[in-house]
T-cell receptor
Framework: AQSVTQPDARVTVSEGASLQLRCKYS??????LFWYVQYPRQGLQLLLK??????VVQGVNGFEAEFSKSNSSFHLRKASVHWSDSAVYFC???????????FGTGTRLQVLP | DPKIIQKPKYLVAVTGSEKILICEQY?????MYWYRQSAKKPLEFMFS???????DNQTASSRFQPQSSKKNHLDLQITALKPDDSATYFC???????????FGPGTRLTVL
């Protein structure tokens, strides 16, 4: 069975600080992994995606994520956050040819000015 | 230009009535999805379609019926509406099953 765990429901950081949002997945096959962001009263926007290859993937707005097969993780990072990064972040798992998409429960990020 | 259109943006309905939520995508994608998000539950997967065929249904109630009249359309019919159906309903699409999804702006449904 596939599953995604985002262990931190809420994260608060100060503007300019570095950020890591954690994501652990469970899947026996080859995963496709994504991070999405949802700003207040908006739909979800794709931040970055991982299918294969270089385990560090770059996304929009300075975000990056690192895939670790050994740790079954896909943590999201940003070197210096801005107040506008305040949003809910979802880690998502799928696989090639499957309609099964599993969303994590989301991490609400608050950036203090 | 918006690539995924959801209509209407806001919808108010009375208990027991029926409504149809519209979703059209202009990305040339082959797979489409419906999700629901409410204050009580995080993002909840409802249906997935691939090439206009139902692939996965995670909605327990038959009151929710997706309808695909065209490859780029996936509407959601909800019958016998209940206040608990109040939520924002998101449509999404992907090139094919498993690939990254793109989301519409959502339809916010309120059932009185």
């Amino acid at each position: 069975a596939q599953s995604v765990t985002q262990p931190d429901a809420r994260v608060t950081v100060s503007e300019g600080a570095s950020l890591q949002l954690r994501c652990k997945y469970s899947y026996s096959g080859t995963p496709y992994l994504f991070w999405y962001v949802q700003y207040p009263r908006q739909g979800l926007q794709l931040l970055l995606k991982y299918y294969s290859g270089d385990p560090v993937v770059q996304g929009v707005n300075g975000f990056e994520a690192e895939f670790s097969k050994s740790n079954s993780s896909f943590h999201l990072r940003k070197a210096s956050v801005h107040w506008s990064d305040s949003a809910v972040y979802f880690c998502v798992l799928s696989a090639k040819g499957t309609n099964k998409v599993v969303f994590g429960t989301g991490t609400r990020l608050q950036v203090l000015p | 230009d918006p690539k995924i259109i959801q209509k209407p943006k806001y919808l108010v309905a009375v208990t027991g009535s029926e409504k149809i939520l519209i979703c059209e995508q202009y990305l040339g994608h082959n797979a489409m999805y419906w999700y629901r998000q409410s204050a009580k539950k995080p993002l909840e997967f409802m249906f997935s379609y691939s090439y206009q065929k139902l692939m996965d249904n995670q909605t327990a109630s038959s009151r929710f019926q997706p309808q695909s009249s065209k490859k780029n359309h996936l509407d959601l019919q909800i019958t016998a509406l209940k206040p608990d159906d109040s939520a924002t309903y998101f449509c999404a699409s992907s090139q094919d099953a498993g690939w990254e999804q793109y989301f519409g702006p959502g339809t916010r449904l309120t059932v009185l």
